[in-house]
């Protein structure tokens, strides 16, 4: 689905991009995205630069979730 530009004026994003197990979070006051896998807590959160490729991925191909959804987090998924 993806996630559109005026959508980051607006402020914080909480993406989930389950294609890769991941979300992410941006900051509207700081400015700053942070990056943490499905599994992880919010102390394995990492920030993350705005050229990262996966970020930049799930902008375009991820969807838009809730802060709840995010600080839950997701459980691992199993490979296949």
């Known amino acids: 689905m993806g996630i559109a530009n005026k959508r980051f004026r607006m402020g914080d994003v909480f993406i989930d991009y389950d294609y890769e197990n991941v979300m992410f979070r941006w ?3 700081t ?3 942070f990056r943490k896998f499905y ?3 919010q102390e394995d ?3 993350v630069p705005h050229d990262n490729g996966l970020l930049n991925e799930a902008i375009r191909f991820g969807d838009e979730t809730d802060a709840q959804t995010y600080y839950a987090g997701k459980p691992a998924l199993r490979a296949k």
């Open 27 to 29: 900051e509207h006051a």
């Open 31 to 33: 400015g700053k995205c």
């Open 39 to 41: 599994g992880e807590n």
């Open 45 to 47: 959160e990492d920030e």
